[in-house]
């Protein structure tokens, strides 16, 4: 079985504050919608303002919005696997180097609605159907820290990037707007 690290309870991401263990399996779907449609909306309204990088160790909106699609296609894909088998080869995300190879310079604020919006009905689908004891086998994860986690944790974490990167994506507004 794959070791498991030890995790302290409570974990809070040190930038948003979210934390992990509050968010209960049940609401993760309501607030994954939420979320998604919240960005979106913040991607329409930022207009030509969507595709710049306000300083350069920030992502624009448009590429955060993309990472956040890739995220749920890539977290909803490895879920299957981990259903199917118990101790899943899972591969990484790549997230700087999906940017590129990714073609986020192609993205555009009407496709990305639709990606991102289809992507969180795709990853909802899966999760929310998920019988609960599917729910509790665990896969290694590397983020915050490598451990193996839940597929429960999982689903919190895709909402903790949708919630952290609603975040960036509302600072890059103020950014380009001051
Ligand atoms: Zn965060």
Same mark, same amino acid.
């Given at each position: 079985m794959h070791e498991v690290n030890a995790v302290t309870t409570n974990e809070q991401c040190? /930038?948003?504050?979210?934390?992990?263990?509050?968010?209960q399996a049940g609401q993760i779907s309501a607030l994954l919608s939420s979320a998604t449609g919240q960005l979106c909306e913040l991607l329409i309204a930022q207009?030509?303002? /969507?595709?710049?990088?306000?300083?350069?160790e920030r992502w624009s909106s448009l590429e955060y919005a993309a990472h956040l699609r890739d995220v749920y296609l890539s977290i909803r894909d490895r879920m299957v696997v981990a259903c199917v088998e118990l101790e899943p080869t899972l591969p990484p995300l790549y997230r700087e180097e999906r940017v590129a190879f990714g073609f986020y310079?192609?993205?555009?604020v009407d496709d990305m609605v639709t990606e991102l919006t289809t992507a969180a009905t795709l990853f909802n689908k899966v999760f929310t159907q998920m019988p609960d004891g599917l729910r509790e086998r665990r896969m290694p994860f590397?983020?915050? /820290?490598?451990a193996t986690r839940t597929l429960s944790w999982i689903a919190s974490q895709v909402y903790h990037e949708a919630f952290h990167h609603l975040g960036d994506v509302r600072v890059n507004g103020e950014l380009l707007s001051a």
């Open positions: 040190d /930038v948003c504050g979210f934390i992990w263990d509050e968010i207009g030509d303002r /969507v595709a710049r990088r306000p300083e350069p310079e192609l993205d555009t590397a983020f915050p /820290v490598a």
